[in-house]
């Protein structure tokens, strides 16, 4: 199957260049659309997510929505060959995006060949099931939320490293009937359109 959906567990940029490769060889890339909601400062940060393929390819258009700000009608980004969902507060970027007519434009981008790329939180909320670790939210609990359903047999633990995250997801675990899949700062999981890992990039 087509490598479609790449999980990345961290920030952007993205360093690894097999990766890199990875989504350049999925597809070709003619237009880019970079989902994220207002911060301070937000614009000059959205060229991170575009570092070190965008040479790839000659000038894409890249549009950016703020899911939080905009109304958005998605009939006018049905031509997309690469949605990028950016990182930031998992709980807000799931009371953002986990709806039935976002889930409804995935799932159509996916059916028509788009590449999705989820970075940290943008990667947590693609799952049928979200963990949200205690370093991630102001309560400092393990949280269990309700994703877009594009991966259902498994729940992923983004900044594993980083975060030094190995007992929480072990408690997070009794909480599941799942794996929770540990994703480091720099590593990747590779998924097709229906939710199967193709391949895990470390």
């Not at 594009?150 to 007992?167: P, T």
């Not at 899949?181 to 890992?197: A, H, R, T, V």
Request: charged residues 20%; aromatic residues 12%; glycine residues 6%.
């Amino acid at each position: 199957m087509k490598s479609q959906i790449f999980l990345m567990g961290g920030n952007p940029p993205i360093k690894n260049h097999e990766i890199i490769n990875k989504i350049v060889s999925s597809s070709k890339i003619q237009r880019i659309i970079i989902f994220t909601v207002y911060r301070d400062n937000w614009k000059p940060y959205m060229t991170k997510y575009t570092e070190g393929f965008l040479s790839f390819f000659d000038t894409p258009i890249i549009e950016y929505l703020l899911l939080d700000r905009e109304k958005i009608d998605y009939s006018n980004y049905k031509d997309v060959d690469l949605i990028i969902i950016g990182g930031g507060n998992t709980e807000y970027y799931i009371s953002t995006y986990v709806n039935e007519e976002f889930k409804k434009y995935i799932n159509y981008s996916l059916n028509a060949g788009a590449i999705i790329v989820g970075f940290s939180a943008g990667a947590l909320l693609l799952g049928d099931k979200v963990y949200v670790s205690p370093n991630d939210n102001s309560s400092n609990k393990i949280i269990i939320k309700k994703g877009l359903g594009c991966f259902k047999n498994f729940l992923i633990s983004v900044h594993y490293d980083s975060w030094k995250d190995i007992d929480n997801v072990n408690m997070a675990q009794e909480l599941v009937d799942s794996p929770i899949l540990p994703l480091y700062d720099e590593s990747c999981l590779i998924l097709d359109k229906l939710g199967n890992i193709i391949e895990k990039i470390v």
